[in-house]
Every structure is written in C-alpha cells, then in structure tokens.
C-alpha cells in the first residue's frame, strides 16, 4: 500500500511462498549491526538488526537486513488495533483514544484514566485481562512498590487498550470473557485492520505480553501502516487515532519517554515502540521507517532511530536527547550505546 486510497482489503498482496532451502539461506546470513556497545572506548558488544525507509511516495528508499519476514510488531501494532475499535462503533477521542493504543508507563494520570474509561463503561478492572504488573517506568515502579502495592492488572502498560477492547465488545454485545480469542469478532476486525493497512497478508498469529492475539507483518509492512496512518482522510479510523497519539504523546507513552518527546518535538510525526526492540515511525509527508533489534535490546531504539531521522534531514535537538544511551561504571559515564551503520 502506497497511499490512503489503497485502504481497501483488496489491496492486500500475499507473502510469496518461499521455499525450504530459501529459508535457510535467509537464515544463515547474519543481519547487519545497527548499535555497538562502547565502553572506555572499547567495542564490547554488537547489535544485530533489520530496517527499512520508505520514501515520501511510498516507494523503498533504504534496507538494511532482511525486511521482508515476518516479524512480530508487539505494541507496534496498537494502532491499527485501536483503529478497529473505532470501526466497531466505540467513539473515542483526544486522551482516551491516544490510551487505547498506548503502551502507558504507569503514572498516575494513565491509571486515573483508565479507571476513568473503565466506569465510563460500566466495567470493572477484574474484567481486564491483561497479567498483573508493575508500572512499565522504573521510576513510576519504585514509587508504587514504595507505597506497598502489588502487581495489578490495571497497572500493566497495555491496560488502556484492554479497556477499550471491553468497551467495544459490550457496546456490540459481543462476549467479555473471551475477548482475547482469535476467532472473536473484535480480534478478526483487528486481523483485516492489521492486514489491510500492512498492504500484506498475516502470516503467523501469537500471543503478545498482554494475552491479546499478536498479528505479524514484515518491517516493510508495518513502515507502510504507519505511513498508512499519517497519510489517510481525516475523519477515518486511521486518522483519527494517528491524531490523537500525535496530539496526546504522553498518554501514549509516558512523561520520560522517547515517544513522547520526538512526537512532541516533531509535529505531526506518529511514533511508537515495542517490546523486543521494535520501532515504527511516519513523518507527516508520508516518509516512514520501521526496524526490529534481532536479540530485542530496547535500549538500542534510541541510537538507531536519531542516526535514521539524521539520515532523512530532520534536525532537531531532540535527536541528541534520544540517541544518548550512556554506560557507567563506578557511578561514573564510562561510555555508550551508539548506531554503527
């Protein structure tokens, strides 16, 4: 998918079958280092990983690895499942629909609105199905383990969009308790949203951190939904949560995180992490990128990101805020993670 006007299901394209010994060739070609770790000015590790660039109109501008495979897009994904709920009929808008695809750290104002939405629609936080857990920032997690609170369902960082997931389903009438199944009808609204914008079709289906179904797509599928995204009507589902998380970047994220700093800084970029070092990002004239860390160390997502945005012309002194990764010893900065592409 090159544009908003192929939004449709048609424009779905299948994966190529590929055959066994093509399989293993990929495999056994190691994907390039995007980050190496310095420390006192000593190589002492490497990053492996994948990444693609989109152009402006949609066309591949840069590859590095292999960005055809399937990947799982963990949270990355949120959009595309927050567009669902809006298609099912669940009107959201400003900070709640931000929430609804957020990966939230845990302060206060997140847990406040959940519990919020949560009696807005006449639900309670035992429903939610997502695994008891500590705030997702450390910060937030020391103060909350300090006032000597437990692990909760409500705290864990996808309780947002599990709350909005319910919401949908009791406004159609479809069940709560399974809400998280693959055949229920929210989760194969959320397949062809995932499908559909992704211009590719869906070749594995797990279970992500939070027990929701977990759609894959290849890093150059998932560049294209969030350039799918930006680049949509106004007043479509896409659109509509592409403005929200863009207009309410905290709630998307967090106060100290990359995310909300680059979508505050740079107007009108759509940006959003996942677990297992997963990055998607699409700048508003519709240029996009997405990459995936081979052995999923998040704190790579920075340097890898700044050196990228860098590579497309964006100049902003919030580059430097999020490629700095620094390693200390004895208390002391000692070195760094750094992008080596």
């Not at 947002?160 to 709560?176: D, E, Q, R």
Request: with cysteine; net charge negative.
């Amino acid at each position: 998918m090159t544009s908003s006007k192929t939004s449709s299901s048609s424009s779905s394209t299948p994966i190529p079958e590929q055959s066994s010994s093509a399989a293993a060739a990929a495999e056994s070609v190691p994907s390039p280092v995007l980050a190496e770790v310095v420390r006192s000015g000593f190589v002492e590790g490497r990053h492996r990983g994948s990444l693609v660039v989109l152009a402006a109109d949609g066309s591949v501008e840069q590859t590095l690895g292999d960005v055809t495979a399937p990947v799982f897009p963990r949270s990355t994904n949120k959009p595309m499942q927050a567009a669902a709920i809006l298609r099912a009929g669940l009107e959201l808008s400003g900070e709640r629909l931000a929430l609804a695809a957020a990966s939230h750290s845990g302060e206060a104002f997140h847990l406040d609105l959940v519990r919020t939405m949560l009696a807005e629609h006449g639900l309670a936080a035992e429903q939610l199905q997502t695994p008891p857990d500590l705030p997702l920032d450390p910060e937030e997690a020391e103060h909350y383990l300090a006032a000597g609170n437990v692990r909760d369902r409500l705290t864990m960082n996808c309780s947002g969009k599990h709350t909005a997931m319910l919401a949908v389903c009791a406004l159609n009438g479809w069940p709560l308790g399974t809400y998280l199944e693959q055949d229920h009808p929210l989760q194969q609204l959320i397949l062809d949203v995932v499908r559909t914008a992704g211009g590719e079709e869906v070749a594995h289906i797990g279970t992500d951190g939070c027990g929701a179904p977990l759609m894959s797509l290849s890093l150059t599928g998932l560049a294209r939904s969030y350039r799918h995204f930006v680049l949509s009507e106004p007043g479509t589902a896409e659109r509509r949560v592409a403005d929200a998380m863009r207009a309410h970047p905290e709630y998307v994220a967090g106060t100290r995180r990359p995310d909300t700093w680059l979508m505050r800084a740079l107007p009108g970029t759509l940006s959003k992490m996942g677990a297992e070092a997963v990055q998607a990002l699409a700048l508003p004239d519709g240029r996009a990128l997405a990459f995936k860390i081979d052995d999923g160390a998040t704190r790579t997502l920075g340097p890898v990101l700044a050196r990228v945005l860098r590579g497309l012309g964006v100049d902003d002194p919030v580059l430097a805020r999020i490629e700095d990764v620094p390693l200390h010893g004895g208390g002391s900065r000692v070195g760094e993670i750094r992008a080596a592409f």
